[in-house]
């Protein structure tokens, strides 16, 4: 019996080589970039993740630790390290939220800014080759679609 399909030596069909899913694509882009930033940060004694902790206090500057940790991708006692680590480096800081006295709030440093903005070409050169090869319109694209996926995971378990 003739068949286009691969098998194995026991007659066996073996599965057809679909493509990896874009999920599992994905992982492997993120896996990639992090260690790639490791690798950027490493000398300086920090990490990819605490970049991204210091990336989203400067945008959203007074964040609990329990917000900073949701932001970036890590777990409240990950956090809670990471926290102290960059605390005791001298970039970030704790201060009373001036709104709700009660709450302890995060922000950069003066030195915290410094350096994200020593940083801030070095990374954008690893995005340009992450990207090399796409036109301005795909990555415009890309950056949406992404946005679209985060969307519609961001409601949690799909009914």
């Not at 068949?3 to 882009?29: C, I, N």
């Not at 991708?73 to 480096?89: H, P």
């Not at 970030?92 to 950069?108: G, M, T």
């Amino acid at each position: 019996m003739a068949s286009s399909a691969e098998q194995y030596a026991d007659g066996v069909e073996a599965p057809h080589k679909a493509e990896p899913t874009l999920m599992y694509v994905m992982k492997q882009v993120e896996l990639a970039s992090r260690a790639r930033l490791d690798e950027l940060f490493r000398p300086i004694g920090m990490t990819a993740l605490q970049y991204t902790a210091l990336t989203v206090l400067e945008r959203h500057p007074d964040m609990s630790s329990a917000q900073l940790a949701r932001n970036s991708f890590v777990t409240t006692q990950s956090m809670a390290d990471m926290v102290t680590a960059l605390e005791e480096r001298g970039l970030i800081e704790r201060h009373r939220d001036v709104a709700d006295r009660r709450r302890l709030v995060l922000a950069l440093t003066g030195d915290g800014r410094a350096l994200l903005r020593r940083y801030r070409e070095k990374v954008a050169v690893l995005e340009r080759q992450m990207l090399a090869g796409l036109t301005d319109e795909q990555v415009s694209e890309l950056r949406r679609s992404l946005g679209v996926c985060r969307a519609n995971l961001a409601g949690g378990p799909s009914r």
